[in-house]
């Protein structure tokens, strides 16, 4: 008991510098399909003021936002994690963010997460969609609903003006304009429907938007599966441009630290990056993505997703 005493007078007297109250946000059972959010409190418990230098969740589908990057002795920031449950798998489910920061030399880490069951009576198919072409470019949504009395969508918007969304019955048509400009981003698709439960479905699109002459990647996304007991997967990407011209990389870099990334130097008619997942990341599914800046031709940029399963 002597010799544990000091250790537990230590621990006392050395707080975490940056501390949350409530690191787990037990949400239980919950009905897949509204968005999900949790707003986490991060206090200063230091004599230094913190610095956060960044916020990585476990997966691409965790959107962050944080009200405060440098918190002085005795300040608070609040961290929200939000989740669009439509698009994750029913069952138990764990979203994390780790908080990376700094104060008078030191560094540390703050780990949160939510954690919910989903259970589905309304299923969107797909759960997202994807834009990949040179014009103009269709695609379909259809919404089902077990239950005895299904709900109704009212009203379909769009964040981008040249993706539009008209409802048809049990289904909503989106169509990307030939006059989108030139480039890979995300938009959404909001739909309004009649419910109280599901008041509001976010349907993510993700947007490549080709210009002539752009290289392409093969395959544009990358799917991967942890097999029991693996703890590192790889997939290899190819990058063309038309006409056989030739193709050299300048840089490929992950937005999540345990997605590394390793590329051809040489140019070519084909550059290659093999994307490898392990680490943290082993523990459950996420998805990230990977920004490849070209030196040939030169100016270019492609943006790989990733995705994992366990």
């Known amino acids: 008991m002597n010799a544990i005493l000091p250790l537990l007078v230590f621990a ?53 936002s944080l009200s405060a990057k440098v918190l002085k002795p005795g300040e608070t ?80 918007t769009s964040s981008s003006p040249h993706l539009t969304a ?34 509001e479905f976010r349907i993510p699109v993700r947007i490549n938007k080709k210009a002539p002459g752009q290289v392409a990647a093969s395959p544009e996304e990358v799917t991967v599966k942890f097999a029991a007991g693996q703890d590192e997967v790889s997939a290899l990407v190819q990058l063309r441009a038309p006409e056989g011209k030739a193709v050299r990389i300048d840089s490929a870099v992950s937005d999540f630290s345990a997605a590394t990334v390793k590329h051809s130097t ?12 392990g680490g943290a990341a082993a523990s459950q599914s996420g998805s990230c993505k990977v920004t490849v800046k070209l030196a040939e031709p030169a100016g270019q940029e492609v943006i790989v997703p990733v995705s994992w399963k366990r």
């Open 12 to 64: 006392v007297a050395n707080p975490p510098a940056l501390a949350c109250p409530a690191p787990v946000a037990a949400k239980g059972e919950i009905k897949a399909g509204p968005p999900l959010a949790h707003a986490f409190q991060l206090t200063n418990r230091s004599p230094d003021t913190i610095t956060i230098a960044k916020v990585e969740a476990g997966c691409g589908c965790v959107q962050r």
């Open 77 to 156: 920031a609040t961290l929200t994690l939000g989740v669009n449950t439509l698009t994750q798998p029913d069952g138990p489910n764990r979203w994390q963010a780790i908080v990376y920061w700094s104060a008078n030399g030191a560094a540390g880490e703050l780990a949160v997460s939510v954690t919910a069951t989903l259970s589905r009576e309304v299923t969107i198919t797909p759960p997202q969609l994807g834009f990949s072409t040179t014009g103009e470019a269709t695609q379909q949504l259809a919404i089902a609903d077990r239950r005895a009395k299904p709900l109704a969508i009212l009203k379909a």
């Open 266 to 277: 040489a140019a070519g008619p084909v550059a290659t990056l093999r994307i490898t997942i």
């Open 166 to 199: 008209s409802i048809g019955n049990g289904t909503v048509q989106v169509k990307l304009t030939a006059d989108a400009p030139a480039g890979q981003r995300d938009e959404v698709i909001s739909l309004q429907t009649d419910d109280p439960v599901y008041p």
